[in-house]
């Protein structure tokens, strides 16, 4: 059973850039696809992006192509989220998930393990 915690995230202006982790314990990370959400207030949550067991397969939401880039290392068990030219429409509380499958999916309710959550602020 793996275990997510979250780290980064915080109050950045438009055009700025963060940085999430999402590291592994309990597991070794490259057992499963891991998935980043985001929620903003008063909306559901949303995928956002998601890189295969390997790390050879990603997938992203259209809003960030171009912006965001996740990356897996499986050395450091962790997951990164890289999000350049951040916008207002960005900020909400992000969340990693993982699955123990093969392919990466876009439903919540696809995948089992979640972390804390992390707040990303973007002022215009």
């Known amino acids: 059973q793996v275990h997510l915690v979250q780290s980064g995230g915080g109050l950045v202006q438009a055009g700025g850039s963060l940085r999430l982790s999402c590291a592994a314990s309990?597991?070794?990370?490259?057992?499963?696809?891991i998935g980043w959400f985001r929620q903003a207030p008063g909306k559901e949550r949303e995928f956002v992006t998601g890189?295969?067991?390997?790390?050879?397969?990603?997938r992203y939401t259209d809003s960030v192509k171009g912006r965001f880039t996740i990356s897996k290392d499986n050395a450091e068990n962790t997951v990164y989220l890289q999000m350049n030219s951040l916008k207002p429409e960005d900020t909400a509380v992000y969340y990693c998930?993982?699955?123990?499958?093969?392919?990466?999916?876009?439903?919540?309710?696809?995948?089992?393990?979640w972390g804390q959550g992390t707040q990303v602020t973007v002022s215009s």
């Open positions: 309990g597991s070794t990370i490259e057992f499963y696809n």
């Open positions: 998930a993982a699955r123990p499958k093969l392919d990466i999916s876009t439903l919540q309710s696809d995948y089992g393990y």
């Open positions: 890189i295969n067991k390997s790390g050879s397969n990603t």
